[in-house]
Every structure is written in C-alpha cells, then in structure tokens.
C-alpha cells in the first residue's frame, strides 16, 4: 500500500515551489492577474515580431516606464488613475494601442468589458476626448482570458458565444489556460478562435503569438 | 497508483492542504468538473457500470417506458473512480501553479527587453460604476530563479508521491 502524503507536507511542497500565493481570484497578486498581464505582453511582443515599435503612455500622454494596469475593468478614459497602455506604432506613425481591461462598446450601442483589446490608436483617442467607450469595430485584437484551474465550464462558452454574436465586427479571442473539455467541441463547431490549455512556453503560446501578428498585419494592410 | 481508498484519503489530504493555503478555488473548480461526471462509449463500460445500466434500464421498463437498449457506441454517463478524482485535482494545482510562475517569470523577461521599470496593478475605482475599490500592489520584475527546477520538484511530488 502507498503511503498517503500529509496535508501539512503537501503544503511545505506547494510553498517552497511558489514564488506568488495561489489564493482565490480576488486575492493580493494572483495568478489570474498575473496572466492577463501575461496576454498584454503576448500583444507586444507578436507587434515587436511584424517590426511595430512599442511604448508606454499613462492616459494623459505622458511616456512612462513605470506601469499602471487595471486588474478589473473601467473606461479607458478613466482620469482618477493613471492607468498605462502601450502604443504600437508603425514606421513611425503610432496606428494601435494595446489596453488591458477596459470596456468596449458592441454593434448594439452595449459596453462590454474586454480583457485585453488593441484598437486603433485614433479611436482610442476619440474615446478619451468624448469621455466614451472605443467602438470594438475599431479594433484589431480583442481576447477573452480564463484562468482556471479545471476544464472550462459550459456556461463560460455560452457566455462567450453571447459576447461574440454582440461584438460582430472583431470576433474576440478565446484564451483559457485550463482545457476546453465540452466548451472546446462547441467552440470549433462555431469557428470561434479558442486556445486552450494556454500558458507561457507551452506550444499554444506560439500559436497565439501567430495569430496576433497576423491580425496586426491584416489590420496595417486594409489601413495602410 | 493510488486506487480505491487510498486514492479517497489521498484527495482528502490535498484538498485540505490548498484549504489550508486559500486555495479552496481549485477544490470547488475541479468538484464541479467531478459533479458532472465523465462519458465513455457503451461498449466500453465497466462490469459495475453495466449492471447499473441495467438496473436502470429495468426500472424504466418496469415502468412502462419504452427505452431502447443502448448501442456499443452509445455515451453514457458515468461518475469518476476515485483515482481519476485524485489526478483531476493534482492536475489543476500543476496547471495553476506552472500557470502563474512561468506568467510571472514571462513578465520580468518581457520588462527586461522593452525597458518597463515597474509593473503596479490597481483596481479601477470612482468614475463609473462597475468599479468601486482601489488597492494597489506591485509586480516584482526580479527574474524568478530556477523556476523551471522549482516546477519540476513539485511535479515529482505531485505525480510520483501523490498520485502513486
């Protein structure tokens, strides 16, 4: 008979791997967190991949080295924080802007929160000056993250397809960093773009990272 | 492999540790996943799963129903062994922990290369009305050491210790 390792040694083992707490979502820098972040530099990285230069700008314009990103969603007009988004230029023309968390307004007139989103730079600045949310039309990448911890739940995929038949013009990106189980058969069979099992190094990434920067190319081709 | 009882008591011990740490989300993701059971074809259920088939089928009957006999390739639904609980729940602490070290690490090398000093992450707060709270709290850009050698360590203990 194998012996049952202890909760309290299970514990030891678990910590000394971790350098971060696995606590809930909510909780002081999670992993949850941490892997939005994780997508916002996958959108930066595949622009620095098609030959886009990248910098950093708080809402007001001001470069900045020192970053402020949301870890929930709010207007990217927001002035009570000076939260940073990246700009992606293209032979020296800034064309797109690379935001984490902030709401998008659908076809229908609806905001929908958007976990990381590129849009066009001059719609983005029309927002801020009109105080409203980016037309999600107007954007080249929108991803929906999930991070879990088990196989994506039904009704996450029914949400998404909600979400998607509302945005209409940028379809958005399915990313979870669990598997798909059910929601990945009913995704496919949408022709919805999901990754599953997506976390860094893994060869999903690399997948990802491909489809951003076509995306990115597709978008400075119909807009030279 | 841990099977049967040693497998229940072995879930047991690992659930309580992550309770232990706030982990809880984990236990209650993957005791969803358990609650909804798994399929497999007909032609491939176990013996104790046939006669439990069976049994349904004949009260159905009895009933007065008309339930046709399923086909070999027929999905039917049935709850996981006890062993297959124990991987589901080593499965997700792995996902969820390589998740978020190689995220963390991924993000330092990424401040590296395009010069970001600090990273802070801040809940909205005020001027509209889904957010409503602010806390703020600092990512640390100091590339993790080892991390492919500290997930590794665990990984040993997960699979060779825990789920054999």
């Not at chain 1, 940073?84 to 023309?93: E, K, M, N, Q, V």
């Not at chain 1, 590129?118 to 409203?132: P, T």
């Not at chain 2, 509209?128 to 703020?136: K, P, Q, R, V």
Request: glycine fraction near 6%; charged fraction near 25%; proline fraction near 4%.
């Amino acid at each position: 008979m194998a012996p049952v390792v202890s909760a309290s040694a299970l514990v030891n083992a678990i910590r000394s791997s971790l350098t971060i707490p696995i606590r809930s979502h909510s909780a002081l820098t999670s992993g949850y967190d941490l892997y939005e972040v994780y997508l916002f530099g996958l959108c930066i990285e595949a622009a620095g991949s098609i030959g886009m230069s990248v910098s950093f700008r708080d809402v007001n314009g001001v470069t900045k080295d020192a970053l402020i990103l949301r870890t929930s969603p709010s207007s990217i007009w927001c002035q009570t924080q000076q939260f940073t988004h990246a700009i992606l230029s293209w032979r020296g023309r800034e064309r797109l802007e690379a935001h984490l968390g902030i709401y998008v307004k659908a076809g229908s007139g609806v905001s929908h929160e958007a976990d990381v989103v590129v849009i066009e730079a001059a719609e983005a600045a029309k927002a801020r000056v009109q105080r409203n949310d980016p037309r999600v039309n107007q954007a080249a990448v929108v991803i929906e993250a999930k991070f879990y911890s088990s196989s994506v739940r039904l009704r996450t995929g029914r949400e998404f397809l909600g979400l998607v038949t509302d945005l209409g013009g940028g379809p958005p990106i399915f990313v979870a960093s669990s598997p798909g189980g059910s929601v990945h058969r009913l995704l496919s069979y949408r022709s919805k773009s999901a990754h599953f099992e997506l976390i860094p190094e893994s060869t999903q990434e690399n997948e990802l990272k491909s489809q951003i920067a076509t995306k990115l190319r597709d978008y400075l081709a119909r807009n030279p | 492999m841990k099977r049967g009882q040693e497998a229940i008591a072995q879930y047991s011990e690992l659930a309580s540790a992550l309770r232990q740490m706030d982990a809880d989300w984990i236990v209650s993701e993957v005791e969803e996943v358990i609650a909804r059971g798994k399929t497999v074809p007909f032609r491939d259920l176990s013996r104790e799963e046939s006669a439990l088939y069976e049994s349904r089928l004949i009260e159905e009957v009895d009933r007065g129903i008309a339930v046709a006999r399923a086909k070999p390739n027929d999905i039917i639904g049935v709850p996981y062994e006890p062993h297959e609980r124990l991987a589901l729940l080593v499965e997700a602490v792995d996902r969820v922990i390589a998740a978020s070290e190689l995220s963390r690490s991924y993000i330092s090398k990424l401040a590296s290369e395009w010069g970001i000093a600090s990273i802070e992450l801040e809940s909205p707060e005020g001027d509209d009305a889904a957010a409503s709270t602010s806390s703020m709290r600092s990512i640390s850009l100091e590339i993790p050491t080892l991390t492919n050698e500290r997930l590794s360590i665990l990984r040993h203990v997960l699979h060779d210790e825990v789920l054999s």
